[in-house]
């Protein structure tokens, strides 16, 4: 058989290679102005017309090339960056590959102009297709112009693929946020279509911030700072009540690079938890920067993905700092997160401000009477246009005391909730309360000023979240033991997030047997949980904690509690008999936290006679 197979053409080497590099017009100004960067330029222009499709260019003042440089740098693995391996460790610069020219010129019309300082003439090439078509001497400034045009003139069905005029030029713009936020020292200015989009004039970053995202940000932004041996932050981020519903700011850039982590954002979601709205989205402007050999910007042909020597660390130093500029700004006052050893109860309730309660409670109910676990009728909020002002006192006359006598029962008291189990209770709870149970989701009851409708299943997860935290915080869990003791098997993966939070687990009443590579033996489960749960329950664990393991144990007790929480709980569709309402609305409302569910859904909403009222006008 005769021998089949061929090296390719250089230039269709270079197309194939283009797939990699160009994308769309973007990644060609992505490459262009990184270019522009690492030659050193102060002062970088970029041009585009028609979403980039018909021409981009980028003008910068940098250190040029010569005459040979010119020509060699769109030849492919020609860069000026590495010369041997070792280098790729140890690097400063956008580019290194050697690629970005030589790809561009592969599926375009390109001109590039050229002076370095030392030399008095300049040099202009043009090429197409990978052909030179002319190489001139030519009076020229110093510093780089290059003119793209006609992007994938010779691939129809690249040029075909790409978006609208309007979506390229988004793209374009995404680019030049990021490379002109990575470099606030450098000017910039952009040029759309003839008209001027963005002068940036050198500056600090917050500046650049500004200029970039407009005057009204500045008073938006919260500083972060943090440097340790493994990695300086800095940066900002936006205040928790400008969290947008749709993903808004959010850039990382390592080493002035702009980088994309899900892991890394996952750090920062986490440090707005409880402090934004659920369903919106934290802003954020951060710097890391890190010894370049410990970081890996290779994985990805574009380079935006990069891999840290130690994620785990930087996760968790990441979300500390930023926790810590939410509290130190004060933009959370209700939540500290510097108090965690100390705590003794999950909140730090006693910074809150204590105000007149402002709803109307129906003489006939009264959550704060029927049973004595009852201390701390919660139910606030509501804007009533009429309050009944004559004598209100009286309404709150016997809470005051109630309360005072009441809080230190609650704080040792260990109840057990379990729609469930309910009926070994049932002499503790009275039915003197009405509830009704709305298609099985909502428990609806009423008060003076109207009524309550209770979302059951967040509702208990309220009740069982702060149940098992108290557990956990006062070392006080029920365990049970188990008639035959329970193997399960995990990856080693597993194996570790489980040593690391069995204490944690023990707090809760779990009792462990032999730990060893693969799997673990388990005694004893809290008094909540059924057998048949335990794989289901260990497993929902897992996957939670393997995001991230908290490395304190405030936020591992927290999580702990909140998956436990939230796997326990009655769900939507369970129907609840009119006991198990009646003890899911007080033990609701003994909570220390009555309106948001552990994670920050609404528990309850309250709909006045007045809101019933308009609806019949
Ligand atoms: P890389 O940036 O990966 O080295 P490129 O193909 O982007 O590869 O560029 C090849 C080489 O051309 C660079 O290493 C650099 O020496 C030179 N070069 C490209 N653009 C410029 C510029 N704007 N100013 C000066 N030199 C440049
Ligand atoms: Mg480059």
Redesign the pocket.
Known sequence: MADIIRLLPDHVANQIAAGEVVQRPSSVVK??M???I??G?TDIQLIIKDGGKTLIQ?V?N????SGT?ARL?FERH????IQKAEDLFNLN??????????SIAAIAHVEML?KTEDDDIGTKIKIEGSKIVSQEVVVAPK??S?LVKNLFFNIPARRNFLKSDQVEYRHITDEFHRISLAHPQVAFSFYNNGSDVFQLPANDFRKRIVHIFGRKTDEKLVPVEEETQVVKISGYILKPEFAKKSRGEQFFFANNRFIKSPYLHHAILGAFEGVIRPGTHPGYFLNLEVDPGTIDINIHPTKTEVKFDDEHTLYAMLKSTVKHSLGQFNVVPALDFDQDQNLDTPYSYKNKQVGIPQVVVDSSFNPFETTEKQSKGNISGGNYKKPKVEGWENLYAGLETKVESNVSHLEFESEVVNSSIFDDEKETVEQSTTTFQLRKKFIITTIKSGMVVINQSRAHQRVLYEKFLKNITIKEAVSQQLLFPLTLSFSPGEMNILSEIKDSLCTVGFVFGELNDDGVEIKGVPVLVVESEVQMIMEQLMSDFKQEVPGDSFSQSDMLAKTLAKTLSVKTGESLDEFSQVKLVNDLFACKETTLSPFNKKVYVTITENDIERKFI
């Open positions: 490459e262009l990184e270019n522009a690492d030659a330029a980028v910068d940098g250190k040029g090339m440089d740098s020609a860069t000026s960056k610069t956008k580019g290194f590959r050697g690629e970005a020219l030589a050229t510093g780089t290059m």
